[in-house]
């Protein structure tokens, strides 16, 4: 929906469709774009309305024929009478971050390889590494996966993916929108050092029909159903979607039949429950309640080689729930109020043998915020948001060695330490924000935080700021953009609690710098390039205390992460979307003074992504992915014997003057000592070679295939897809294996060729 001469998409538009001759006729209204859309029409003649205040009423006829999509572009003229009228475009507001990539609805549901998982699709965003294989593990711009922070509308949820990152804890039905930010994030956002993936599930469809979709597949099935109802003059609308894995009815006793020891399959279930109304036309209040729970159990049948204690079964458990209250209200033109609180509970236990760990946390999170509009150049964001937790945790675990013995024992033969104990923590902070325009087409964005840890009784105080400007405005636009920021994140519970904790210890502390620019090459081709640099101090290092009840620990380590992204992105239309992301990065640490500097441990060089998806026609869409990335980092106890290479080695003067000699030999010596015999138990414990991540596995290259097949009825539509991973069956390396007395070595090869073939309907 366009007004008449010129471009400018008109939002807010009543479009009103019925059939020609009488009968029930529909209303949407235009979104940001001015967009609508019509499903399911039969073939026939429809009558269409249009209205908008302050334009003159459209109305007109349009045919729809079988099997055809019919696509029209409107023109409003505005009202002959006089006086002002007041036209509103709305469109992308700019960010208040140096970066944030918003992925849509269509992009997250057709990516191949994803299984259309909405959050798995963040995967493919620049400064994303890949995770090791099966691990659902976040990883952004080299920082560690603890340092970066998922919400879900605005409420903190401890777990992004369930086991085995095959799927997310959230569902693609329910989602409204992901925004990813991968570093020099709002002042809004705190308590991590890496980066904020913040997702909104969407409001249940208001057009007063029963809609409903049924999805089986080859690792879940699931259940959505929703509908608006009308209750005096207010609209309450309701979802309820819920989800269970599936595989756990075909992989357990097939890998039972193999011999691999297991008694229970993976198993996750997740569910959200949303009641929305409106109290006013600008104002929306929302109570939802969602959650997860995964559960994994193994057999073990022989001790693992190196830990003659372990043996019987090993399990896994975690779960969350949020039941969360969510208020929004537009109070004028220039004032605006967001705020959510949230009641959770976490659960996070795991066994192996007689050795333990249980955590169960309660909390209590809330948000606010808000924002003021002084003029078109000056708005004012302020806020606070509060962290309340209350935690029991109770573990059997070993103490460690002591002072003096060799670190490589097996830790399932030293002696066990139980601890149980409760203990909370609160963490309120607050946050001003300005966004101001100085000249036409540029953004200034200066914030201060303010945060209070309990825990260890400090405060951190986090000025930030980031700023846009458009070279060029208008088609074709040409941005430039940069930032620079404080983030702290406190330490762990077990790092700073006594009685195994040091509560002197600081929060861990990250300096955020970046530049870069972005230009629309074309209506629907953007490009973005981003240069980014972190500065890493203070953060929390473990080392051998005084005993083994003891560890020390300290805010020593230092590090540094240094990279460029690039995303080369074709914007969905009618039939593509596409885009090519590439990250170059390093990410260093040193542990403390003294210390060399080493790659972290989720170091990843190159990653290269390039992906797309065209529709064929005929309810027919195809898509591909390529992914190539550097492999992963391993510590290493047998050498690669196809490393040929050769270090310099000197031997010191002796005191009768001999001059030192100097003989090159090679990396890895074929007579080297790979492990020691532990005499009490007879098992192997492994000597590394070299130090800790100094080995990286051969390169990761991967192409996945995605087809799929709508099938549209009169009150429903039924479709079909086959998501194939890995097409060339390529033996990606993930690991390596040792034999018993680590002489020997073995690449582990990651999932082989994978379809899977989904079913859905809906209404």
């Known amino acids: 929906m366009l007004a008449a001469g010129g471009e400018v998409s008109l939002a807010g538009a009543k479009v009103k469709i019925r059939p020609v001759g009488g009968g029930t006729g529909t209303e949407v209204v235009t979104g940001e774009k001015g967009s609508f859309s019509f499903e399911g029409l039969p073939p026939g003649q429809y009558e269409i309305t249009v209205d908008l205040a302050g334009y003159e009423p459209l109305v007109l006829t349009e045919e729809i024929i079988s099997g055809e999509r019919t696509e029209v572009k409107y023109r409003l003229s505005t009202r002959a009478e006089g006086g002002v009228i007041d036209v509103q475009v709305r469109g992308a507001k700019p960010p208040r971050e140096v970066t944030k990539r918003t992925v849509t609805a269509r992009e997250i549901s ?72 991968p570093g020099n994030f709002s002042s809004q956002y705190g308590r991590v050092m890496g980066g904020i993936v913040d997702v909104g599930i969407r409001s249940p469809k208001d057009d007063g029909k029963l809609h409903g979709l049924v999805q089986v597949d080859l690792i879940d099935a699931r259940l959505l159903v929703e509908k608006t109802f009308k209750i005096g003059n207010y609209p309450l609308k309701l979802m309820a979607a819920a989800r269970r894995s599936y595989f756990d009815a075909w992989l357990g006793p097939v890998l039972s039949a193999a011999g691999g020891g297991v008694t229970q399959a993976p198993v996750y279930y997740d569910y959200q429950l949303v009641a929305e109304t409106n109290p006013t036309p600008n104002s929306s209040l929302r109570a939802s309640f969602f959650g997860s729970d995964d559960a994994l159990e193994l057999l073990l049948a022989d001790p693992a080689p190196g830990e003659p204690g372990i043996s019987g079964n090993a399990g896994l458990h975690t779960a969350f729930q949020r039941v969360q209250l969510k208020y929004e209200n537009q109070y004028s033109q220039d004032d605006s109020l967001s705020t959510v609180v949230a009641y959770g509970h976490d659960e996070l236990g795991f066994s192996i043998g007689p050795l333990y760990f249980n955590l169960d946390v309660d909390t209590i999170t809330g948000r606010l915020e808000y924002t003021h509009r002084f003029s078109d150049s000056i708005r004012l964001n302020t806020g606070f948001d509060v962290y309340r937790g209350f935690y029991d945790v109770a573990f059997r675990l070993p103490q460690g060695p002591a002072p003096g013995q060799p670190p490589n024992q097996p830790f399932s033969t030293q002696q066990t330490r139980s601890i149980s104990q409760s203990g909370e923590a609160l963490y309120p902070s607050a946050y001003l924000e300005m966004e101001l325009s100085p000249l036409k087409g540029m953004k200034l964005i200066p914030g201060i935080r303010v945060d209070y840890y309990s825990i260890n009784d400090s405060v951190d105080i986090s000025p930030r700021f980031a700023g846009r400007y458009d070279i060029r405005q208008g088609y074709p636009r040409t941005t430039i953009k940069g930032g620079v920021g404080l983030f702290t994140q406190p330490p762990a519970f077990q790092e700073v609690t006594p009685p195994l904790g040091d509560p002197s210890l600081v929060s861990n502390r990250a300096i955020h710098y970046a530049i870069g620019a972005e230009q629309q090459l074309t209506k629907q081709i953007e490009v973005s390039v981003e240069g980014f640099y972190k500065q890493l101090d203070g953060l929390v290092r473990t080392g051998i205390g005084a005993t083994t009840d003891v560890r020390a620990f300290s805010n020593t380590g230092t590090g540094s992460v240094v990279g460029a992204e690039t995303l080369l992105k074709y914007n969905p239309d009618d039939r593509f979307f596409g885009w090519l992301a590439y990250t170059l990065s390093r990410s260093a640490r040193v542990d403390g003074p003294g210390q060399p500097e080493r790659l972290a441990n989720f170091d990843q060089t190159h990653i290269l992504t390039v992906l797309g998806s065209y529709k064929l026609g005929w309810g027919l869409e195809f898509g591909a992915r390529f992914r190539l990335v550097s492999g992963n980092l391993v510590t290493p106890t047998v050498c690669n014997s196809q490393n040929n290479q050769s270090r310099l080695s000197i031997s010191a003067p002796t005191t009768a003057g001999t001059p030192p000699s100097y003989n090159w030999v090679p990396v890895c010596d074929p007579n080297r000592v790979n492990a020691l015999l532990h005499a009490p138990s007879g098992a192997y414990t492994q000597i590394p070679f070299g130090s800790a991540a100094s080995e990286r596995l051969p390169l990761f290259h991967q192409l996945d295939l995605r087809l799929d097949k709508r099938w549209q009825f009169k009150s429903w539509q039924f479709s079909a897809y086959v998501d194939v991973q890995n097409v060339y069956n390529n033996a990606n390396s993930e690991g390596i294996q040792y034999n018993f007395n680590f002489t020997s070595r073995q690449f582990v090869s990651g999932l082989p060729i994978l379809p899977s073939i989904g079913l859905r309907g809906e209404m």
């Open 110 to 181: 057709r990516i191949p390889g994803t299984n259309g998982d909405a959050l798995r699709s963040i995967q493919n965003l620049p400064g994303v590494a890949r995770p090791p294989a099966i691990l659902g593990l976040l990883i952004v711009r080299g920082s560690a996966p603890q340092d970066s922070q998922t919400f879900i509308d605005g409420t903190p949820v401890p777990l992004i993916y369930h086991f085995g990152g095959l799927s997310s804890v959230v569902p693609t039905e329910v989602l409204e929108k992901i925004d990813f930010y």
